[in-house]
């Protein structure tokens, strides 16, 4: 019990016991706010047998003495009050006005009005974030075009570790990917081709599906997922670091020094990348035919050879490319907007990774209706 | 002098071939102000590390308060941590949150106080280290170099501790700044009666707010009242109280004395 009330001839007598600290403000908040205060009333507090009084004892003991005051009680210390009680009145006296300002929503608004306002400001800031978007992409590009012909800025040892970083270290994975995909056409395939005794198709389906398709697109979002987080990132806490006003401030363009290099790096890996599943994938729906459907492989060969035409292999692997930028620029913008915060960083991670897949999808679609107007 | 607040012997800490103690010790009284001096790469930091437990050291004993720190676990260490604060050399605020909730959280994950009372408590350490109230409210990127220091100050006295841990409170302010806030320092000492450790290189801010010494040379520790270590033999020691720099302090402090 850090409160020991008795009531002597005089009114109230309050003895203040033990410690006084943030581990037991909140019981002493409620036993001082349980304490009955009348007017006229006279209330001794003696202090001789606390052992510490904390700054949170002390603020409990000023709110305390401000009821009392308030409710009319005359309270006295036992010899003199305790310093922390006047440390406190020292640090609040200065600006007394200023803390009921700081106490937020002095005027809330309706819902409907906030509704509205919520509204707006995502219309507007969506607006502008196109417009900042489409800035960076054009600065991107007049960076990359001026520093053409110029091998120091166009930073091929940069370049190089990014295609070392986005594409060589991602072959593993990417490999597994496509042999998994590929076997997964081809096992579902020949489930039904087989009632229809044209088993022979699985080929046709795999190939096709895989050069034209599954291959760069499945390359791609792995490629969102891996490298597209990590340009966010990177320049993200790179900005956080003050690392990119650094790099401005000794006179080095960021666009040149961070971006142009991390997309010229994706764009050559990306379309390497794609080779590699595509030739997985083809090798994934051999062995499944070899063993599932005992087709020698000279025969699923063959019937590979007849199933492409001219374009089939270009069709896909011309899409790298330009996946790869949209990646890039999607990472890098989203990582130089990072500002102020480490919440800030993984949002804007987050959002670089889900527009990356989005865009990636989308161009795609936009690919499949184009070749299709175009008959290849 | 009654039992030492904080006490380490025998510390010994290495990284692969590189010792970085051996053999340290370090003691700190009730209510003193006590400073750790060193070059840099003496091992300052590592010091501080060992002591938080942020870093278990190879050999030796770190006693906070009576308790031996280095065999706690995690869980039997968390009662002591609420006891000292620390304030990081950038202040090492949270990014995401206001200076309002940097100053609250050691108390959301301590102690179960109402809103009220935490939202009160806070605005009066904010104040205490001489924020204008309307910090508060601000996220860390938005304050100054010198207003990070305080608000990192405000967040280490979160839960009242009786010892604070400062790791080079005024690097990085300007000289006007610094004295303020080795003023700051000495009040809040005063006031709160805390007991302070503070790593610095700033001669001035030794000069005006510790009452003893620790320089670490040889990877160990020399540790003295201020006025007895300026004359140790060491000839580090003698470099950095009687360098260039520190001349003109010293014939300053004989002045004012």
Not at chain 1, 183 to 205: E, F, K, N, P, T
Request: proline share 4%; net charge negative; glycine share 8%.
């Amino acid at each position: 019990m850090a409160l020991e009330v008795s009531r002597t001839a005089a009114g109230l007598q309050l003895d203040l016991t033990g410690e006084w600290g943030m581990r037991e403000f909140a019981a002493l908040e409620e036993q001082l706010a349980a304490l009955e205060l009348n007017q006229g009333q006279k209330v001794q507090i003696v202090t001789q047998r606390l052992t510490s009084l904390e700054l949170s004892g002390a603020w409990a003991l000023r709110q305390f003495l401000g009821r009392a005051r308030a409710a009319g009680a005359t309270v006295n210390f036992q010899g003199a009050p305790p310093d922390q009680l006047r440390l406190l009145e020292e640090t609040l006296k200065e600006s007394e006005a200023p803390a009921s300002a700081a106490s937020p929503a002095a005027a809330a608004p309706s819902v409907e009005t906030e509704a509205l306002v919520t509204i707006g400001r995502h219309a507007v800031s969506a607006g502008q974030d196109l417009v900042q978007g489409l800035a960076f992409v054009g600065r991107t590009v007049t960076t990359f075009l001026g520093s053409i012909g110029s091998a120091q800025r166009l930073r091929p040892i940069s370049v190089a570790r990014h295609v070392y970083d986005t594409g060589i270290t991602a072959v593993p994975i990417v490999a597994l990917i496509a042999f998994l995909i590929s076997v997964i056409i081809a096992y579902m395939s020949a489930q039904q081709l087989r009632g229809l005794g044209v088993d022979i198709y699985v080929v046709d389906l795999v190939t096709i599906g895989v050069l034209r398709e599954l291959g760069v697109l499945l390359t791609s979002i792995i490629v969102a997922g891996r490298s597209g987080s990590s340009f966010a990132a990177e320049l993200g806490s790179m900005q956080l670091n003050e690392e990119v006003d650094a790099l401005i401030a000794t006179g080095v363009d960021p666009f040149e020094a961070l971006v142009v290099p991390r997309v010229l790096g994706l764009v050559i890996a990306l379309p390497l990348l794609t080779i590699v599943a595509d030739l997985i994938g083809l090798l994934g729906g051999a062995l499944l035919c070899r063993f599932l459907l005992d087709m020698p492989l000279s025969q699923y060969v063959h019937r590979v050879n007849e199933a492409i035409s001219a374009t089939t292999f270009w069709v896909g692997f011309m899409k790298a490319p330009v996946f790869a930028m949209l990646i890039a620029l999607a990472g890098c913008y989203r990582g130089m907007q990072v500002r102020g915060s480490a919440r800030e960083l993984g949002r804007l991670v987050t959002v670089a990774v889900v527009q990356a897949i989005f865009f990636v999808i989308l161009a795609d679609a936009l690919f499949a209706v184009l070749f299709m107007e175009l008959n290849i | 002098m009654s039992e030492p607040v904080l006490q380490v012997q025998g510390l010994v800490n290495r990284f692969g071939r590189q010792l970085v103690h051996d053999g340290l010790d370090m003691e700190v009284g009730q209510d003193e102000v006590f400073g750790i001096v060193g070059g840099s790469g003496a091992g300052k930091s590592v010091l501080l590390r060992s002591i938080l437990g942020l870093q278990r050291p190879q050999a030796g004993v770190v006693r906070i308060n009576g308790q031996d720190i280095t065999r706690l676990s995690e869980a039997q260490l968390r009662p002591i941590k609420a006891r000292y604060g620390v304030a990081f050399q950038q202040g090492a605020l949270y990014s995401g949150l206001t200076v309002l909730q940097n100053v609250q959280l050691p108390m959301i994950e301590h102690l179960d106080l109402p809103a009220a009372a935490r939202d009160e408590l806070a605005i009066l350490k904010i104040r205490l280290v001489g924020l204008p109230a309307d910090a508060a409210v601000k996220y860390p990127a938005q304050l100054s170099g010198g207003m990070v220091k305080r608000a990192a100050i405000a967040r280490a006295l979160s839960l009242d501790p009786g010892l604070l841990f400062l790791d080079e409170p005024t690097s990085g302010l300007d000289p006007v700044s610094a004295a303020a806030f080795d003023d700051l320092v000495l009040y809040l000492q005063k006031q709160l009666k805390l007991t302070i450790v503070m790593i610095t290189h700033d001669l001035d801010s030794i000069f005006r707010t510790c009452n003893r010494v620790g320089v670490i040379v040889n990877r160990r520790m020399e540790s003295d009242t201020l006025e007895r270590i300026v004359d140790h033999p060491d000839p580090w020691i003698q470099a950095y109280f009687h360098g260039e720099r520190a001349r003109a302090r010293l014939a300053g402090a004989a002045h004012g004395a």
